[in-house]
């Protein structure tokens, strides 16, 4: 089970790596994009922190609430109310008042956040996007979510690093990239990164 | 009213273009600016939780957010999204189908447009400055390029290389597949899914058209310009916009036409896979479609329709309008006729600007901007100009059918008024082939010896502006509507109008006819006397119209020199202004609670203040009574959750509801105070006070806000008067106590009446008990008036008696202060005290207090007006 404190662990770790990758994914973004996805998630992950020490929540779907809206409020690109949007509904697919969660909770939580990153990007997988990520972790987790939250985790990291790797041959055709057209193949997609590595903390604290 | 919300990645942006337009076009237009990202808004990006707070904090009904790109659309989406839900809890879920399609809640209507932010957000405020709403402002801002493009001719060059390319792609498909000469199908589509043809349904019509051995062609029916698109060119039919409801038509050329037009229909038909039903819609159906629903506005073949006020009385003259024929003929060389076309186009430009110049009012000369738009518009005459190359036709020709296809388009709106629209569609079409076939650019002048009554089949714009106005005494149309441009023409250029079928039918040429625009009454070939009559009721209506137009603004001061202000009740910001143009001294009574009815939410403290000052500025300085919340009796609020009493009028209402809901009460109070700040002179009142211990409470109330505003800072006028209505008969005997608190009085003279009556006043069984000139309520006025000035407080009157000019004559003679009442009241009431003298109208006042009757009291003032003053009709 994942308790409270292991979203918290989570979460702080996040601000951590991506502090740690704010010149990687940065420097992913340059290549397509602003220049300033590192920078955005960075900037945002120190204020979810803050947030999240001061610790106003009480249950799992608060504590999604309040890094979804922190994330909305400071990050800033379009990452913000993407990522945003990916924990404020996510959080909403599980029970009020919940204290922990099992793997298929966890499942359903990413799988709702997808659901509407997707329709509020109006994008699906194979568009150099985030979701290119998402979506293989997220099959996999169905696949072994009854095998336990570690495996289930493991292998969904394994395919979110397959699909982060499937946006370098991808033409990007939403975002800022898509500018670029045909000059958007052969680099990896920073959001989908930035994914991957929020997915592989993940599986580093939840057992 | 409209609201807009400017969203950039930088916050000075949005902030300086907020500056701009109410620069440009109005200081109290409401827009927000939203922009920047992290704690001090200070990084480049956009937060949704900003544009949340923009939304809720604009009080209008209908919000416009226009945006620069990228993450602004995302953070305007999501804050739609979550504004939605949060209003809306019970229906939460809503991550099935977002629809991007006008989100109402609570009375609000949000869309977001992809229209460019500076140039869009101007053409909005345009018309919200113009009072039109969301949907106008959503079109004007999606084409507020057109003016730079054609001034900048580059949209052209840009069609050109993409003809150019699209061009060489077809010819050589062309090579590719000589075959397609078969005849050409098309059938017409209604679009339902919630997206409209967004990338996917595109790309899958680009599947389908690669599929088949057929040349498609896609065409938006719902937009303005149609713009056409190739089924296998993805930008191409995303560029066509196709929102959920609106029709396209697809064309299909080639040996498997038939088949592609079949596959595309079942596509359509399952919604590309996207859920909801679908309604197929063959051409012939959409045919039968086109002819108008909604049709209560136009003339039936039986109905006379008074569009235009004033009395005409003259003989009358056929207006002919040479049907412009045009031919088709062939000629050698198409550019010159494409040159001499666009002559004539520039010629009909200046026309129009000079007829611009000739109505000064802004908004009807904007309806002859509109034509100058429409003609400028670069894609119709690249399609003509193209039409003229390619056929080797004439340009009349070219440009009748392409103009004729617009007028289509629009004859075939759901809504009445694009429907309208195409009547200056032809008024457009007529006025280019007058110049292209009678070869001058003289302006359609009609010829005509003496003033005489135009009768037109159909009345056009620019027939108005064409005719030399000395000539015309009135106009007869056989076809018409209230609202088409030519009506509003009319009525802003006095003119009397009727639209009268029956009437056209019996007219023959040197007829004498006098109609009146008011009623739609007429008469043909009147007899002397007949005729006579007509003639005095026209001298006397424009007299009166005259001195009334010329003295609207004047204080009503009497023969005496005795002074009675003239106040207006209001409810809203429209109203305000309407009474300002009326003449209104001020405002007697600024009803708050007409904000409070008609939503489903209680609008908290901030939309009350942005309304509250948005009425006072309206108002500009001068005085302004406003009640405190009026609600209970008659005026349910929905919102508030307020039991059904059995009588409601004797239940829980103003001051008594508001003191046992503070939570409703202290914002309100709030709100009002905070408004003051924006006057010197707004004074407050108290409804339905029965008791001295109902005013001292609510005094008490506005005292305790007054030290919380003081203590944080807060603006606001301090002493400011307070007063209260007088409405209640207790209050009528309490009346010496309540004036050691109370700064004025103002009686409230249908509930008055109705309680001193006992009579409902929503029983119609009961009217001639409600009658406000009973000899009991008189006496009861003149009774307030006695107590009130021995105490030094003035008296005012804001009941629906104050806008009859007998009860004026009473009421100025029983010594009553100043008179509120509905704004267009007020010129005609202004007039008729400037005829009165003090002491006459108090001789008379006290004299039918010993009346018994209402009737007695109508009838004597209905014989004094008729010898002192004027037609007691009026």
């Keep these: 089970m994942v308790e409270l404190e292991d979203l918290k662990q989570w979460i702080l770790n996040l601000q951590e790596v991506y502090t740690e990758n704010k010149e990687y994914l940065t420097d992913l973004d340059s290549a397509i994009g602003d220049a300033d996805h590192g920078i955005n998630m960075a900037r945002g992950f120190n204020k979810v922190k803050e947030e999240i020490e001061k610790g106003t929540f009480s249950d799992v779907p608060s504590f999604f609430s309040l890094v979804g809206m922190t994330l909305i409020k400071t990050v800033g690109g379009a990452s913000g109310p993407l990522y945003g949007a990916l924990f404020l509904y996510g959080g909403k697919a599980v029970a009020e008042e919940s204290q922990s969660l099992s793997a298929e909770d966890i499942r359903k939580i990413f799988q709702k956040g997808y659901d509407r990153v997707s329709s509020l990007g109006k994008s699906s997988p194979g568009e150099k996007t985030m979701l290119d990520a998402w979506k293989p972790a997220l099959e996999s987790m169905e696949k072994y979510q009854d095998q336990g939250i570690q495996v289930m985790l493991t292998e969904a990291v394994q395919s979110a690093e397959k699909g982060m790797k499937s946006t370098i041959d991808m033409l990007a055709t939403k975002g800022r990239a898509s500018y670029l057209g045909e000059r958007s193949i052969g680099h990896q997609d920073p959001g989908a990164t930035s994914t991957f590595l929020m997915l592989e903390t993940a599986s580093k604290i939840w057992r | 009213m409209l609201g807009l919300i400017l969203v950039s990645h930088s916050r000075a942006l949005a902030q300086s273009l907020r500056d701009l337009i109410q620069k440009m076009v109005g200081e109290t237009l409401p827009i927000v600016a939203c922009g920047g990202s992290g704690e001090q808004k200070n990084e480049l990006g956009t937060d949704a939780s900003e544009i949340i707070k923009a939304i809720e904090s604009l009080p209008t009904e209908e919000i416009l957010i226009l945006g620069d790109m990228g993450s602004s659309i995302l953070s305007s989406k999501m804050a739609l999204e979550l504004f939605m839900e949060a209003t809306e809890p019970l229906e939460s879920d809503l991550s099935e189908d977002i629809s991007e399609e006008a989100t109402a809640i609570q009375k609000k209507t949000i869309r977001i447009s992809s229209a460019p932010l500076v140039e869009g957000a101007i053409s909005a405020s345009l018309q919200i400055q113009a009072g039109n709403g969301l949907n106008l402002a959503m079109i004007e801002a999606l084409e507020s390029l057109l003016p730079k493009q054609s001034q900048l001719e580059d949209s052209n060059l840009l069609k050109q290389v993409k003809q150019e390319e699209i061009d060489s792609e077809l010819s050589k498909e062309n090579r590719e597949d000589d075959s397609n000469l078969e005849e050409e199908k098309s059938q017409v589509f209604l679009i339902q899914n919630p997206q409209g043809l967004h990338a996917r349904p595109a790309a899958r019509i680009v599947q389908i058209a690669s599929s088949f051995s057929a040349e498609l062609t896609l065409e938006n029916l719902d937009r303005p310009q149609k713009r056409k698109a190739r089924a296998n060119s993805l930008n191409q039919i995303a560029l066509l916009e196709v929102l959920k409801g609106q029709n396209i038509r697809v064309r299909a050329k080639g040996r498997q036409a038939q088949e592609s037009l079949d596959a595309i229909a079942l596509e359509i038909q399952r919604n590309f896979g996207e859920g909801i039903g679908v309604k197929l819609k063959p051409e012939n159906e959409k045919l039968k479609n086109e002819k108008p629903k909604d049709k209560k506005e136009e003339a039936s073949s039986k109905t006379i329709l008074a569009v235009s006020a004033g009395i005409a009385i003259g003989q009358v003259y056929f207006v002919q309008k040479s049907k412009i024929q045009v031919s088709k003929k062939t000629i050698s060389d198409p550019k010159k006729e494409i040159q001499q076309f666009k002559n004539v186009i520039l010629s009909a430009q200046k026309q129009i600007q000079a007829q611009i110049a000739l109505f000064s009012k802004r908004a009807e000369s904007e309806i002859f901007s509109a034509h100058l738009l429409m003609l400028g518009d670069p894609e119709l005459l690249d399609r003509i100009s193209e039409k003229i190359q390619k056929e080797k036709k004439n340009s009349s020709w ?64 620019s ?19 209230y609202t088409s441009h030519s009506s509003i023409l009319c009525r802003s250029l006095g003119i009397p109008c009727i639209v009268d079928p029956s009437l056209m039918e019996k007219l023959k040429e040197e007829n004498w006819l006098v109609f009146d625009g008011e009623t739609g009454k007429s008469a043909v070939n009147p007899s002397e006397s007949l005729l006579k009559e007509w003639q005095k009721r026209k001298e006397i209506l424009k007299k009166q119209e005259e001195e009334l137009l010329s003295s609207a603004r004047e204080p009503a001061v009497s023969l005496d020199g005795t002074t009675l202000a003239i106040l207006a009740n209001i409810g809203n910001q429209r109203d305000a202004k309407i009474s300002i143009e009326q003449g209104a001294d001020g405002v007697g009574l600024f009803r708050t609670e007409l904000f409070f009815l008609d939503r489903e939410r209680v609008p908290n403290e901030e939309e009350q203040y942005q309304e509250f ?108 008067p ?51 000139l009973h000899p009991a309520v008189l006496r009861c006025i003149y009774d307030i008036v006695k107590k009130a000035h021995k105490r030094d407080r003035k008296v005012s009157l804001c009941g629906e008696l104050g806008s009859d000019p007998m009860a004026l004559v009473i009421l100025f003679g029983l010594g009553v202060d100043s008179l509120s009442m509905n704004p267009s009241s007020i010129p005609k009431i202004k007039n008729l005290l400037r005829k009165l003298e003090k002491g006459q109208a108090q001789k008379l006042a006290l004299e039918l207090l010993e009346y018994s009757s209402s009737i007695e009291i109508r009838n004597k003032m209905k014989a004094f007006l008729h010898h002192h003053v004027i037609d007691p009709s009026s």
């Design chain 2, 463 to 481: 027939d108005l502006a064409d005719m030399d106005h000395s000539f015309v005494l009135g106009i007869v149309a056989r076809r018409g509507s």
């Design chain 2, 398 to 461: 070219a440009w009748s059918e392409e103009i004729e296809e617009l007028r289509s388009l629009y004859q075939s709106s759901e809504s009445e008024y694009l429907r309208q629209r195409s009547k200056d569609i032809e008024d457009i079409r007529d006025r280019v082939l007058r110049i292209l076939e009678t070869n001058s650019s003289a302006s359609n002048k009609m010829s005509i010896s003496k003033p005489s009554i135009w009768l037109f089949e159909e009345l056009n714009p």
């Design chain 2, 613 to 720: 000052s948005q009425v006072i500025r309206a108002m500009q300085g001068s005085e302004v009574i406003v009640r405190t919340l009026d609600i209970g009796g008659d005026k349910e609020v929905p919102s508030l959750g307020i039991q059904k009493e059995e009588d409601p009028f004797l239940g829980v209402r103003g001051i008594r509801l508001c003191l046992k809901r503070k939570d409703l009460f202290h914002p309100h109070l709030r709100a009002i105070l905070r408004a003051s700040a924006e006057s010197k002179s707004l004074k407050i009142m108290i409804p339905m006070v029965s008791q001295v211990q109902d005013f001292t409470s609510a005094l008490e109330e506005i005292k305790v806000v007054h030290r919380e505003l003081e203590s944080e800072g807060i603006d606001h006028l301090w002493p400011i």
């Design chain 2, 722 to 772: 307070i007063g209260m209505m007088v409405e209640t008969p207790s209050s009528v005997y309490l009346l010496e106590e309540l004036a050691e608190h109370s700064d004025f009085f103002s009686i409230g003279t249908n509930d008055l009446t109705q309680y001193l009556m006992s009579a409902s006043r929503v029983n119609p069984e009961l009217d001639a008990y409600q009658d406000a």
